[in-house]
């Protein structure tokens, strides 16, 4: 199956912006009408510092906030020690890990995977959160990316926008750090996150680059 020509509006050639933003408008009309619109505002709030590690390259801060439904999530700030301020950031996505975070810092797993600590060894504030159904948000009595408790609280929803609007969150929190450059954010991921980074780049404007690794598929 083909990838579907995405500057071409009703068979025209679309070479204006405004026909893009209308276009635009028109594909995430649909996309949502797929995932379902979120039922809750996201609210990204209550945002606390659990612990904070010195290491040889940079801080690791473990915080944990609020969003939506009084959903807590964890995640890690990695806060290089010798960079101008403010600094890019960078939102790092795990991939299908039950570890979910942990890998992506260097934690747990696969050091091929720990892309969030090499970034911020090379000077960008990191943030690496646990996405719903892995890390520390299993959720009790299930396997990892177990989503069956989800969509009895969510029928109308889909994981995949809830994916979207915790990514949308995890920027959130970098809007409120005055050490980051709002107008530097990035997104990255593998996999599972390689999935979520290719929708949050489309979605949140306050996203300006990304790396999706092996996160693309045909959704037929």
């Given at each position: ?177 005055d050490y980051v450059d709002k107008d530097k954010i990035g997104a990255i991921g593998h996999s ?29």
């Amino acid at each position: 199956m083909a990838i579907k020509e995405l500057l071409l509006s009703n068979k025209v050639v679309i070479s204006e912006i405004s026909q893009w933003q209308k276009k635009r408008e028109n594909i995430v009309s649909r996309l949502y009408s797929t995932i379902g619109s979120p039922p809750v505002l996201r609210n990204t709030r209550t945002i606390e510092t659990l612990y904070e590690e010195e290491l040889q390259d940079y801080k690791r801060r473990k915080i944990r906030y609020i969003v939506g439904d009084d959903d807590n999530i964890t995640a890690y700030l990695l806060i290089p020690n010798h960079v101008k301020l403010p600094a890019p950031a960078i939102v790092a996505m795990h991939q299908t890990v039950n570890s979910g975070k942990d890998e992506v810092v260097g934690l747990d797993g696969y050091r091929d995977f720990a892309y969030g600590h090499e970034l911020a060894t090379r000077g960008y504030v990191i943030i690496a959160p646990d996405y719903l159904t892995a890390g520390e948000r299993i959720y009790p009595s299930e396997e990892g990316f177990a989503s069956a408790p989800f969509y009895e609280q969510y029928p109308d929803w889909s994981m995949v926008g809830k994916n979207i609007e915790d990514s949308m969150a995890a920027v959130d929190v970098l809007h409120t750090l005055d050490y980051v450059d709002k107008d530097k954010i990035g997104a990255i991921g593998h996999s599972h996150g390689g999935h979520n980074a290719i929708f949050a780049m489309a979605l949140d404007e306050r996203i300006k680059a990304g790396v999706s690794n092996c996160g693309m598929s045909i959704f037929s």
